[in-house]
């Protein structure tokens, strides 16, 4: 979701030549001015163009026969999604005042949008399908089992329970999933949990070992069902893309705890970016690909000059939303996969950045407002308390109790809010 600049400068990102001096990820890394807003568009039309080839029906994904099966290209995609949203994340909480707040921000950030695509999935693409599978729009209100209104209400708290409205795209190349993308959002929620729930122990100021120690598990037990699938019995985890995106995550937090020990210039990013084309090719992208993956990602926001990218705002969360039910709309007509994949690709993209660009503009943008409004101050307090408590456990020795000093008003914390929001939001689906 959004980010806010760190609480000590992360640098301006002039940086542009190698010197003997190393150079970190803290010293060139510009949160106000960095790629990282075109990445992620590009990351979100690597998803469109990976999932034409089945949605349109124009076969096999490229990407699984050169990764030799490892993954696709809406696979590489997510995984990048995942990196830059641990950096971005674990960065906002560091400069957020309360965990409520933090939540509060990510609130905004997912589920407006979220549900506003799961209503004009229903209730403008379903008719449309429903129209050319039976002439008209009649009927289409009536369906009782998996009706519209069922889409929208069972899929409201963000984890998918119904892909499908009746038998809309019954036929189709992949039958009865109006939007196969929105799977990941849960995840991507789990993960901003785990953020609130370590930042509250106090993690990330006195433990920072801890999440590479947590990343490197993850790691491991990737590794471990990969390799024996199925094997383990209870101690394996039965959701292996939980284990997946949260490791993508935790390399993307780890980058940021440990932004001013990761070495920084164009020879590490060449290396890491060759790495993981390598990886693809020798089957060991689940061994190095994906570190190599995050680290040249970070080097890329560092490097391209696309800063002025999202200069006017952040459309890949709106692209990731309505590319895949757009795409289904046009795969039931001749006249848009007719003409080769090429032209399904270059048509869903005509149709759906417009899309992108209004979900940002009267969504997104106008809830992301507010996100600094007064938060109530019993929350503030509570959060305020609780962190204390918990942050106060983990003490070694313990520390005799000291008074109080005199608790922040709500009003002192607002402002230190408004005083701490950048010029330039990047923000993360």
């Given at each position: 979701m959004s980010t806010n600049p760190a609480s000590e400068p992360i640098g301006a990102g002039t940086t542009t030549a190698v010197s003997d001096t190393p150079t970190t990820l803290q010293d060139v890394f510009d949160a106000r001015s960095n790629s990282i807003g075109f990445i992620r568009f590009v990351l979100a039309a690597m998803v469109l163009v990976g999932h034409s080839y089945l949605l349109g029906g124009f076969g096999d994904e490229v990407a699984w026969h050169w990764t030799l099966g490892q993954e696709n290209f809406g696979?590489?995609?997510?995984?990048?999604?995942?990196?830059?949203?641990?950096?971005?994340?674990?960065?906002?909480?560091?400069?957020?005042?309360?965990?409520?707040?933090?939540?509060?921000?990510?609130?905004?950030?997912?589920?407006?949008?979220?549900?506003?695509?799961?209503?004009?999935?229903?209730?403008?693409?379903?008719?449309?399908?429903?129209r050319t599978d039976h002439g008209g729009f009649s009927g289409y209100l009536d369906i009782s089992r998996d009706s519209p209104l069922d889409y929208v209400l069972r899929n409201s708290r963000l984890a998918m329970r119904q892909y499908n409205i009746g038998d809309l795209l019954a036929t189709a190349p992949v039958p009865r999933d109006l939007n196969g993308s929105l799977w990941t959002l849960i995840y991507e929620l789990r993960c901003y949990l785990a953020v609130a729930a370590l930042g509250v122990f106090g993690v990330f100021r006195r433990a920072r070992g801890m999440v590479l120690g947590l990343t490197a598990m993850l790691w491991v037990l990737q590794l471990v069902v990969i390799a024996a699938p199925g094997g383990g019995g209870t101690l394996m985890p039965a959701d292996l893309y939980l284990v997946r995106l949260s490791f993508l995550f935790g390399l993307g937090a780890c980058l940021f705890l440990y932004r001013d020990r990761v070495p920084m210039d164009d020879r590490a990013g060449v290396l890491a970016t060759g790495l993981l084309l390598l990886s693809f090719r020798y089957h060991v992208?689940?061994?190095?690909?994906?570190?190599?993956?995050?680290?040249?990602?970070?080097?890329?926001?560092?490097?391209?000059?696309?800063?002025?990218?999202?200069?006017?705002?952040?459309?890949?969360?709106?692209?990731?939303?309505?590319?895949?039910?757009?795409q289904q709309l046009l795969a039931i007509y001749p006249q848009a996969v007719g003409h080769g994949q090429l032209w399904y690709v270059l048509v869903t993209f005509a149709l759906v950045v417009p899309m992108?660009?209004?979900?940002?503009?009267?969504?997104?943008?106008?809830?992301?407002?507010?996100?600094?409004?007064?938060?109530p101050a019993p929350l503030l307090t509570l959060s305020g308390r609780a962190a204390a408590v918990t942050q106060e456990s983990f003490r070694r020795p313990r520390r005799a109790p000291v008074a109080a000093e005199p608790a922040a008003t709500d009003t002192d914390r607002h402002s230190r809010d408004l005083a701490a929001e950048p010029t330039q939001v990047s923000v993360e689906p």
């Open positions: 696979g590489i995609a997510v995984g990048g999604f995942f990196v830059l949203s641990g950096f971005l994340i674990t960065r906002s909480y560091t400069t957020t005042t309360s965990v409520f707040r933090f939540l509060w921000q990510r609130f905004l950030r997912i589920f407006p949008a979220f549900w506003v695509c799961l209503v004009v999935t229903a209730f403008v693409i379903g008719p449309l399908i429903w992208y689940f061994v190095i690909g994906q570190a190599a993956l995050a680290y040249a990602l970070l080097w890329a926001g560092w490097r391209l000059p696309f800063r002025w990218f999202d200069r006017y705002g952040d459309f890949s969360y709106g692209l990731y939303l309505y590319a895949f039910p757009v992108s660009i209004a979900s940002y503009y009267l969504v997104e943008r106008p809830f992301l407002r507010l996100k600094n409004a007064k938060v």
